[in-house]
Nanobody, 126 residues
Framework: QVQLVESGGGLVQPGGSLRLSCAAS????????MGWFRQAPGKEREFVAG????????IYANSVRGRFTISRDNTKNTVYLQMSSLEPEDTAVYYC???????????????????WGQGTQVTVSS
């Protein structure tokens, strides 16, 4: 069975950095599109960043481009989200997700992704 486990969240001051990890079992991440999403209280779940299976192409939401970086370590079957210059508006529960079906492009709609982690809380506050 597929399992995604996020870690690395926490409390950080504005301007600080965090690195989130998403460790997978039951699925080979290098062959799947992987996405990071986030959901703040009272808001819809939104796309943050994605990386394609073949080629490792990356895309980002406008709100995080230039501050966040998604990467993948195939030897560890783990996807990362490096977050820098964090702002209070980045406060949310962050989820990783896997899409085993898409072969071209990187979907941004949450409904496209079949597998989800449990989420990790990121709080940006002074």
């Amino acid at each position: 069975q597929v399992q995604l486990v996020e870690s690395g969240g926490g409390l950080v001051q504005p301007g600080g950095s965090l690195r989130l990890s998403c460790a997978a079992s039951g699925v080979t991440l290098s062959t799947h599109v992987m996405g990071w999403f986030r959901q703040a209280p009272g808001k819809e779940r939104e796309f943050v960043a994605g990386i394609s299976g073949i080629g490792g192409r990356q895309i980002y939401a406008n709100s995080v481009r230039g501050r966040f970086t998604i990467s993948r370590d195939n030897t560890k079957n783990t996807v990362y989200l490096q977050m820098s210059s964090l702002e209070p508006e980045d406060t949310a529960v962050y989820y990783c997700a896997a899409d085993p079906k898409t072969r071209v492009g990187i979907p941004t709609a949450p409904g496209t992704y079949d597998y989800w982690g449990q989420g990790t809380q990121v709080t940006v506050s002074s």
